[in-house]
């Protein structure tokens, strides 16, 4: 490999490997190729590269500073300066390898972004004391002759030059794939995951599909438009189950594997049997029956135990989690859901099928087949389908995947005793989900700012109404979780109009490059962040051809918990309309001071003016409404 310097980075360093090419004869490329069919390769860490290239930490400018997406759940956004001081345990809960993909580097007027291309299961780049390797990850132990994955090395002014780089290198790769759509992306839904009033609660002498029933039907009789439910782990039997209880904080949920994916016998209202050959009535499709929506089921990783690992030769086992070597298995779940009348299969616990069973990321492209055959399946059966728990990897080849509808980019609703921690994660994670064109769902939420003492919290959230304002704003489903009569309709109807159908923006709300680096956490100014709504002349436009809106956001998410004052400038004058005061103003700049997480939004006119009123409706978040499909 010849000398490289890049810029930011510095000089390259090549970690060969016997049978491994490291090829950089193309301007912004690297690649690494198998040579020959080669075995043994593991390095016995996954964050130790069999093969690659580094770049050494002792030459970085002192201002260098970094964002990564850590290769656990949800992309977790993970940042650092010149001495990589990556957090990548931040909680008891959540811990990842040191290892990132992509990676974004920051220095004086430069940009430099490390991105895989293709390959992106296989490749990351690696975190060390002394600088960084990127390669094929170490427990990656088999690849065939002539395989090979491409990272691409994007130099620029801005991130967003960067990530608008690589956005397009991969969808270019991934070829023409217009993203399905489904009830749940397109109108709002009830969900009961972790975070949700009924995630394994019921109320008094109910079950949990009763309370999840009369709950939904209450909201329809209030006049709240409810046209999907979620169905979480609750449904199905686990390898470790816990209790559903009456109301009250349940026990932490165990992270073993599917036993089953069929009803859960206590979960459902009797008499419907058990579903069987001689024709018994499901207490799913009873149940999805009783609803009149349709459902979204959820699914995990499956156990060593289940009754489905029959035959050791078809499944790679390990202590945590099995998976079938053919994946043309999960086509009976798909079929299932379609005869439960379900819509979409939620896909969570990603991680754990990769970390959780080493077979899947022993071999070049296991994890990729898996994926493809869900979408498949998919595509087959008319499903739609939701990355849940999902690595950066999954995100990046699920732009080539039309059946994935959403991916969550974020932990769960209340995962995090300080929500601005969430908040943040959402935020970030979208500018990558933005430019792989995916939609974005940042979780369920509770829709009453106020609450109940002595309910463990169930009854309401006190940032009610900003929790709504971003899952409006991500362009993805936007499901509420609320207790029966704990709704607050106003809320919920900001979300969307009277029938439920949600009103969108062209892409999710996003941080802005400034706040991508950890600094509105630390204090040194707001969270800003903003998406745009792209119309036509028929909505509000004074130019005749189509014009485009955006929405500005504003947190305080400073870990210090004090107010902060800070300003946000426009490309020029503007007509701007500042959503919780109902004032209109010219200005070229957006000014505010905010509390310990409170928030403020704009709706920043184009520049030709535009007439708000007649482009919109002023009691929604999403006030002007893309017209792009």
């Known amino acids: 490999m010849p000398n490289i310097v890049d810029p930011v980075l510095g000089a390259r360093t090549p970690v060969g490997r016997d049978g491994v090419r490291i090829d950089a004869s193309t301007p912004g490329r690297l690649r690494l190729v198998a040579e020959r069919d080669l075995s043994g390769l593991a390095t016995g860490r996954f964050a130790s590269p069999s093969a690659g290239v580094g770049w050494s930490a002792a030459n970085w400018a002192t201002d260098i500073e970094f964002l990564g997406a850590a290769f656990t759940q949800f992309a977790l956004p993970v940042t650092a300066g010149r001495e990589l ?22 220095s004086g007027d430069s940009v ?19 600088g960084l390797t990127w390669g094929w990850h170490g427990d990656l132990d088999t690849v065939p002759a002539g395989f090979a994955t491409t990272l691409g090395i994007y130099v620029a002014a801005t991130v967003a030059d960067a990530l608008a780089a690589w956005g397009a290198d991969v ?100 008499p419907a049997p058990p579903a ?27 156990s060593p135990d289940s009754p489905y690992v029959t035959d050791p030769d078809e499944w790679w086992t390990d202590d945590a989690a099995a998976h079938p070597r053919d994946p043309e298995f999960f086509r009976q779940w798909f079929d299932a859901a379609v005869g439960w009348g379900a819509t979409c299969i939620e896909q969570d616990w990603m991680l754990m099928s990769w970390f959780g069973v080493r077979g899947l990321r022993a071999g070049a492209g296991r994890a990729a087949a898996w994926q493809r055959a869900l979408n498949d399946h998919a595509r087959a059966t008319g499903i739609g389908l939701i990355w849940c728990m999902a690595t950066p990897a999954d995100l990046m080849l699920a732009a080539s995947l039309d059946r994935v509808v959403a991916v969550r980019t974020c932990d769960d609703y209340r995962f995090a005793d300080d929500p601005a921690f969430l908040w943040t994660w959402f935020l970030t994670v979208n500018r ?28 309401g959230d006190q940032h009610a109404e900003f ?51 950890g600094g509105p956490a630390r204090g040194s100014g707001l969270m800003w962040a903003t998406t745009t709504a792209t119309t036509t002349a028929t909505t509000g436009s004074t130019t005749g051809d189509s014009d485009v809106w955006t929405y500005v956001v504003a947190i305080n998410t400073a870990s210090s918990q004090s107010s902060i004052a800070d300003r946000f400038v426009l490309p ?22 905010l509390t310990a997480r409170d928030w403020a939004l704009w709706i920043v006119a184009p520049p030709g003016g535009g007439d708000i009123d007649r482009a919109g409706d002023r009691s929604k978040y999403v006030v002007v409404e893309s017209a792009i499909d």
């Open 276 to 302: 069987d050959d001689a024709g018994g009535v499901d207490p799913i499709a009873a149940f999805q029956a009783r609803l009149d929506a349709p459902l979204v089921v959820h699914a995990r990783h499956i």
């Open 85 to 106: 001081d990556f957090d990548f345990h931040p909680s008891p809960d959540l811990r990842s390898p040191r290892a990132v993909s992509p990676l974004i580097a920051r």
């Open 572 to 593: 020029g004058e503007r007509s701007v309309y500042e959503w919780r005061t109902g004032v209109t103003e010219r200005c070229s700049a957006l000014e505010v001071e």
């Open 171 to 270: 969808r270019a790769a991934a070829g023409p794939v217009r993203h399905a759509d489904d009830a749940v992306t397109t109108h709002l839904s009830y969900w009961t995951d972790n975070g949700a009033a009924y995630w394994y609660r019921t109320e008094v002498g109910a079950t949990i599909a009763g309370s999840v029933a009369a709950a939904v039907g209450q909201l329809r009789d209030d006049g709240v438009p409810i046209r999907s439910v979620e169905l979480d782990s609750w449904f199905y039997e686990h390898a470790t189950p816990r209790p559903i209880a009456e109301i009250g904080y349940p026990e932490a949920v165990p992270p073993t594997g599917a036993m089953r994916w069929s009803a859960r016998a206590d979960a459902f209202p009797p």
């Open 432 to 459: 990558l989900t933005n430019e792989l064109g995916l939609r974005a769902f940042k979780d369920c939420f509770f829709s009453r700012a106020d609450g109940v003492e002595g309910n463990d919290g169930i009854d």
């Open 112 to 130: 430099v972004m490390l991105a895989p291309i293709d390959g992106h299961h296989e490749q990351v780049v690696a975190v060390a004391r002394d």
């Open 467 to 517: 929790e709504a304002l971003l899952a409006a704003l991500s362009g993805g489903p936007v499901g509420i979780g609320d207790r029966i009569g704990r709704t607050d309709r106003d809320v919920v109807l900001r979300t969307c109009d009277d029938d439920g159908r949600l009103r969108r923006v062209d892409r999710a709300l996003a941080a802005t490059d400034d706040c991508l680096f």
